[in-house]
Each structure stands twice: as C-alpha cells, then as structure tokens.
C-alpha cells in the first residue's frame, strides 16, 4: 500500500518556525507533484503549496507567500514545508498529497484538493500568541 508519511509538527511560538517533511512509502516521489494542504476543524481544506516533480515550478497561496518554502529531494523521495514568521492563523492540520497528472508543470488544478489522490495522515501545527 502506498502512503504519505508525515513530520515536523508541533507547538511553536508565533515568530517561529518549522519544518514539515513528508515521504513515501512504497512509491517514488520523482514523478508525483506534490502540494501542502490544511484545514481547521468546521473549514474547508487550504491550499497552501504545490511543487511540480522536478521542483521547477513551484506555487503558493497568499497568505503564506514570503513566509513559506516548498521544496522536495527526490533523492530523498522526500518533499518539505519550510514554514517561518509563524501566525497564530496558521494554526491547523497540514496535509500532503501527492497528484500523478503527467508533466513537470502546475495548473490552476494544484490548488484544488480534487486534484490529489495520495493523502498523508496530517501534522498539527498549533502556534501561539
């Protein structure tokens, strides 16, 4: 069975940073585009990144553009979100998934949980005031 394995979750004050890591289980990484999701409990699920398989591409949501760094070492078969100036709305369970759709490129579809079909367990972050 195929899995997403993640970790770097935890408490952090706001201001902080931390580094979450996700790899596969039973598959390569090498030809997967691969995103970050979260959600708060009672919302809908966020996109917060995407990273195309060669990482030449790579995509963010707003609210965390300047603060947040996606990046994957397939060699590693590993992917990361490197998260920094933390915000207590940050807060949340964060999830990665992985997407099969052939080419080394993102779509409008990368923001979209729909696009993905590999999901990992989730890592809480929770950040304090």
């Known amino acids: 069975q195929v899995q997403l394995v993640e970790s770097g979750g935890g408490l952090v004050q706001a201001g902080g940073s931390l580094r979450l890591a996700c790899a596969a289980s039973?598959?390569?990484?090498?030809?997967?585009?691969m995103g970050w999701f979260r959600q708060v409990s009672g919302k809908e699920r966020e996109f917060i990144s995407a990273?195309?398989?060669?990482?030449?591409?790579?995509s963010y949501a707003d609210s965390v553009k300047g603060r947040f760094t996606i990046s994957r070492d397939n060699a590693k078969n590993s992917v990361y979100l490197q998260m920094n100036s933390l915000k207590p709305e940050d807060t949340a369970v964060y999830y990665c998934?992985?997407?099969?759709?052939?080419?080394?490129?993102?779509?409008?579809?990368?923001?979209?949980?729909?696009?993905?079909?590999?999901w990992g367990q989730g890592t809480q972050v929770t950040v304090s005031s």
């Open positions: 998934a992985a997407d099969s759709s052939p080419g080394d490129y993102l779509t409008s579809g990368s923001r979209s949980w729909t696009s993905y079909e590999l």
């Open positions: 039973g598959r390569t990484l090498s030809r997967l585009r």
């Open positions: 990273i195309s398989y060669s990482g030449r591409s790579t």
